[in-house]
Each structure stands twice: as structure tokens, then as C-alpha cells.
């Protein structure tokens, strides 16, 4: 089965980077989408970014200019680069795949997920 593994979380002071990484094992939708999505305590999970089959992005406002989504050449790990952190931008990370289709911003739009790892912006 598909497996999303994330790992590059941390605690960084406020205008600080990080850089977060999710592996994407076994994952042969051609025409799927990788997403980032991110949940704070008390919060609902939150939409990010995303990347499609053919590389283009797309960002929440509130992370736009700040985090860039990309991928490896072999499409076997997903990256979202942090830059300029806020203690806003706390939370738990997650990567995401569907099965293709529609590269939404809804969770339930997801059929894959990772375990998530915590950034912590202080």
C-alpha cells in the first residue's frame, strides 16, 4: 500500500527556516497530487500547498512567498521548504496524495497520509 513518511520537523525561532521532507513510497497514481497540509491544537486541519502531476504549485495566502513545495526529479519525496517562520505557523505537518483527479484544498479530497511531524515557531 502507499506510505508517506515525514520527517525534517523541528522548533526554530521566529524568522527562522525549515525544511520538511515526506517519502513517498509506493505511490503509482500518474496523474495524483502531493500536498502539505498542517493542524494546530484546537484547530482543524489546514490546507497548505500542493503540486500536481505536471509540477505546478499552488499555496495558501497565508504561507504564499514564504513555503515552496517541490519534489525530487524521481517523484519519490515530497519537500516543503519554510522560510521566514511565525509562531503562527505551528502546528503538526502531514503530506497528502489522492488518487488523481482534482488537486483540492479539502482533506477528505486525500486518500493517503503520513504520521506528521511538529513544528514548533517560537
Known amino acids: 500500500d502507499v506510505q508517506l513518511v515525514e520527517s525534517g520537523g523541528g522548533s526554530v525561532q521566529a524568522g527562522g527556516s525549515l525544511r520538511l521532507s515526506c517519502a513517498v513510497i509506493?505511490?503509482?497514481?500518474?496523474?495524483?497530487?502531493l500536498a502539505w497540509f498542517r493542524q494546530a491544537p484546537g484547530k482543524e486541519r489546514e490546507w497548505v500547498a500542493a503540486i500536481d502531476s505536471d509540477g505546478s504549485t499552488s499555496y495558501a495566502d497565508s504561507v504564499k512567498g514564504r513555503f515552496t513545495i517541490s519534489q525530487d526529479n524521481a517523484k519519490t519525496t515530497l519537500y516543503l521548504q519554510m522560510d521566514s517562520l511565525k509562531p503562527d505557523d505551528t502546528a503538526m505537518y502531514y503530506c497528502?496524495?489522492?488518487?488523481?483527479?482534482?488537486?483540492?484544498?479539502?482533506?477528505?479530497?486525500?486518500?493517503?497520509w503520513g504520521q506528521g511531524t511538529q513544528v514548533t515557531v517560537s
Open positions: 497528502a496524495a489522492d488518487m488523481g483527479g482534482y488537486c483540492g484544498t479539502a482533506p477528505d479530497l486525500y486518500n493517503y
Open positions: 509506493r505511490y503509482t497514481y500518474t496523474d495524483g497530487c
